[in-house]
């Protein structure tokens, strides 16, 4: 599965981001075949699962974003979103889409959030 994020930027104390991911390029029964995820990195540590999400719909989130980042999956445009609402500075990292436990997976390339002190 190839897949593209975007909407990673630079954001105010308490602000906002929404991350999109796209699968342009996958059969949409495959893209549905997945559990589709965002990660992050940050240097030197290790990737750490941020939330992910069935084709059903079925969401997991990381304990330090819960109430504030909202999973969501369009299965018919083969899309992906992460809204981050509340950003804090620990959440400064490199977010990866993922795709897992279908019959393809994959990952995108990182898109860069940096919440300003």
């Known amino acids: 599965v190839q897949l593209q994020a975007s909407g990673g930027g630079l954001v105010q104390a308490g602000g906002s981001l929404r991350l999109s991911c796209k699968a342009p390029r996958t059969i949409t029964s495959v893209f549905n075949s997945n559990v589709m995820g965002w990660y992050r990195q940050v240097l030197g540590k290790e990737r750490e699962l941020v939330a992910d999400?069935?084709?059903?719909?079925?969401?997991n989130y990381a304990d330090s974003v819960k109430g504030r980042f909202t999973i969501s999956r369009d299965n018919a445009k083969k899309m992906v979103y992460l809204q981050m609402n509340n950003l804090k500075p620990e959440d400064t990292a490199v977010y990866y889409c993922?795709?897992?436990?279908?019959?393809?997976?994959?990952w995108g390339q990182g898109t860069l959030v940096t919440r300003l002190q």
């Open positions: 993922n795709a897992r436990g279908g019959v393809s997976s994959g």
């Open positions: 999400i069935t084709t059903g719909g079925s969401t």
